[in-house]
C-alpha cells in the first residue's frame, strides 16, 4: 500500500507499507539427536570411562543414545518454516530544486523481518546448529530473522552544474556540465546469538546461551573498547556467564533439546553494531565534434574511508563456568568471520574516459 503527494514542483513524498508471511517454507532438521534415547524413550543414563561428557550433577563420563541407536545423525528435509516481513517506507524525491541544478532522493525504511530459520542449511555466520534448536517445536527459534535490519537510511543527490552548459568556448568546455552524485548508506545492527558449547554433544543443535543471572544489555556499544594494543578487535557487549545445566539432567528435567530452561536467551535477541558509508562520483562530457564527445568519470568508495566494526562470529561461544561472555567485533569487516560477510571496507577509486559517438 502507498501514499504518493506532490510537495512542490519537482518533489514527491511517498510513504508505503510492505508486508509479507510465508509459510511451510523448506528446512532441515536432525531427528536423530545425541540424548533423546533419554529424554523420550528413557533410556538409562550409562556411566562409561570412554565417554568424553561429563554429567553435570555427577561429573561422571556419561554415555547418551539417540531415538535410532543404528545411526547417527539423520537430516530430514521438510517445509515447516515460516516467516514474516513488515516494512514502512518513507521517501522523497525531487528533482532540479529551485533551478540550482540539485536533485535528490532521500528513503528511510523501518522494517522487521521474522523467522525461525533464515537459510535451509544454517550457513549463515550468526547460526550455531544446523536447522533448528528443537526439531519438534519449530516456534523456540521463531525471532528476528538473521539478516533483519530495523532502521535504514539512504541519500543520493545529483548536482549538475547549471552554469556554462551551452556554448562552444572554454568556459563551457572547463567549468560547464559537471555532474556530481553520491550515496550515503547507515543502517542498525544485525541480530546475533550466544551460544553455549558446554558439554557440548554434537555441532548439529547448539544450545543458546542460558544465563547465570540477568541480562542487562542487548545492543553493542557504539564505542567498543579494545582489547589489546594494535589489534583489530573490540569488546562491545559483555553477556553473563552461563547457568550450570549441562545438556541432560534427569534430576531438573531439561535437555539440549527440550524442555528448555524457561531462562535460555532466545534467537537473535543480541544487536551488533551499525554501520554507514558513503561512494561519490564526479562526471563531465566534453564535446569533441557534432557526433563524438569524451567522458570523463571518476569514483570514489568509501570516500571517508570509515571502518564499520562487525560481530566476529568466531568468538560468540560461551563456556560454563568460566566467566562471562564477550561479543567481539572486528573493525572494518576484514575477514570471513565478520557477521554480514567479508566487507573489506578501504577507501579506493577508479577512473574511466568513454568516446561516444
Known amino acids: 500500500m502507498s501514499l504518493e503527494r506532490q510537495l512542490f514542483p519537482n518533489s514527491l513524498l511517498s510513504v508505503s507499507y ?134 535504514r537510511f539512504v541519500l543520493s543527490p545529483i548536482w549538475e552544474t547549471p552554469w556554462y552548459k551551452n556554448g562552444k568556448g572554454f568556459l563551457t568546455q572547463t567549468l560547464g556540465g559537471w555532474n556530481i552524485s553520491g550515496i550515503f548508506t547507515a543502517r542498525t545492527g544485525i541480530p546475533f546469538s550466544f551460544y553455549d558449547e558446554s558439554y557440548l554433544l554434537n555441532y548439529y543443535d547448539v544450545p543458546r546461551l542460558t544465563p547465570s543471572n540477568l541480562i542487562t544489555q542487548t545492543t553493542v556499544s557504539g564505542s567498543p573498547v579494545q582489547t589489546k594494543p ?35 536467551t532466545g534467537r537473535n535477541i543480541f544487536r551488533g553494531p551499525g554501520a554507514w558509508n558513503l561512494d561519490l562520483a564526479v562526471q563531465k562530457d566534453f564535446k569533441l565534434t557534432e557526433r563524438f564527445s569524451l567522458q570523463f568519470r571518476a569514483e570514489g568508495f568509501d570516500i571517508m574511508n570509515h571502518h564499520n566494526f562487525y560481530i566476529n562470529n568466531g568468538y560468540n561461544y560461551t563456556v560454563q563456568g568460566a566467566g562471562p561472555e564477550q561479543a567481539i567485533e572486528q573493525k572494518g569487516g576484514l575477514g570471513n568471520a565478520a557477521l554480514g560477510g567479508n566487507h573489506d571496507e578501504r577507501r579506493f577509486g577508479q577512473f574511466s574516459l568513454r568516446l561516444l559517438f
Open 18 to 151: 510492505s508486508g509479507a508471511h510465508g509459510v511451510h517454507l523448506y528446512d532441515l532438521a536432525n531427528i536423530n539427536l545425541i540424548g533423546a534415547g533419554q529424554y523420550y524413550l528413557g533410556d538409562p543414563l550409562v556411566v562409561n570411562a570412554n565417554c568424553p561428557y561429563s554429567n553435570p550433577v555427577t561429573g561422571d563420563p556419561t554415555c547418551y543414545t539417540r531415538l535410532n541407536p543404528q545411526y547417527t545423525n539423520i537430516n530430514k528435509r521438510g517445509s515447516m518454516g515460516s516467516s514474516s516481513y513488515n516494512g514502512l517506507n518513507v521517501k522523497f524525491q525531487a528533482q532540479d530544486i529551485h533551478k540550482t541544478g540539485v536533485s535528490l532522493i532521500a528513503n528511510y525504511t523501518f522494517s522487521h523481518s521474522l523467522d525461525d530459520l533464515s537459510t535451509t542449511f544454517s550457513e549463515s555466520l550468526s547460526n550455531g546448529s544446523l536447522g533448528y534448536t528443537n526439531y519438534t517445536d519449530p516456534q523456540l527459534d521463531y525471532a528476528s530473522s538473521d539478516y533483519d535490519i530495523r532502521h
Open 230 to 264: 594494535k589489534s583489530n578487535t573490540f569488546v562491545g557487549l559483555t553477556a553473563p556467564a552461563a547457568a550450570m545445566i549441562g545438556p541432560l539432567d534427569p534430576a531438573l528435567g531439561i535437555s539440549d533439546f527440550g524442555p528448555y530452561p524457561k531462562n535460555m
